[in-house]
T-cell receptor
């Protein structure tokens, strides 16, 4: 079955620390992979996406993610977290032959000053 | 430019009543999606429109849920005889085409069934 797993429900980091949010997927076809961020009361904003090519992708707000096919992972990273990064982060998977995205359950990021 | 808009932003209704949720996609976007986000859950796909047709309704949880799209633009999600388990945030997204996958999300409608 197609699925996305975000093993960390809640992560707390200090401002300025590095961040890695985990995402693992199970998908039969070649996956398209996405990270979205949702601030309180807001819709989802696309941070970055991977379709093909270079497995390290850069996104907005200083985020990057690396696709590792052998590990079925697409972890999100940021070298130095800012207080404004506090939000909920969703990993999602799709494919060229499907219309819908499958989302993980999200990771809530809390940032301490 | 204007993003995806949804109305109302909040809706409180009594169990058994019908509700209509509205989505205005970004102008020119042909694909439109409805998702449901329940507390502590990820986003659950409900239905997808390409133009005015809905090739994928597989996510609608029951026959109490229906959706339509008119003029290739505005979409309405209708929930009949609401139940408490329908309480959730309903998110709408749109994209240029089904293959673009850059889905732009609206702020959502928070539905509370009492």
């Amino acid at each position: 079955a197609q699925s996305v797993t975000q093993p960390d429900i809640h992560i707390t980091v200090s401002e300025g620390a590095s961040l890695e949010l985990r995402c693992n997927y199970s998908y039969g076809a070649t996956p398209y992979l996405f990270w979205y961020v949702q601030s309180p009361g807001q819709g989802l904003q696309l941070l970055l996406k991977y379709f093909s090519g270079d497995t390290l992708v850069q996104g907005i707000k200083g985020f990057e993610a690396e696709f590792k096919r052998s590990q079925s992972s697409f972890n999100l990273r940021k070298p130095s977290v800012h207080w404004s990064d506090a939000a909920e982060y969703f990993c999602a998977v799709g494919s060229y032959n499907t219309d819908k995205l499958i989302f993980g359950t999200g990771t809530r990021l809390q940032v301490f000053p | 430019g204007a993003g995806v808009s949804q109305s109302p932003s909040n809706k409180v209704t009594e169990k058994g009543k019908d509700v209509e949720l509205r989505c205005d996609p970004i102008s020119g976007h042909t694909a439109l999606y409805w998702y449901r986000q329940s507390l502590g859950q990820g986003l659950e796909f409900l239905i997808y429109f390409q133009g005015n047709s809905a090739p994928d309704k597989s996510g609608l949880p029951s026959d109490r849920f229906s959706a339509e799209r008119t003029g290739g633009s505005v979409s309405t999600l209708t929930i009949q005889r609401t139940q408490q388990e329908d309480s959730a945030v309903y998110l709408c997204a749109s994209s240029w085409t089904r293959s673009s996958y850059e889905q732009y999300f609206g702020p959502g409608t928070r539905l509370t069934v009492t």
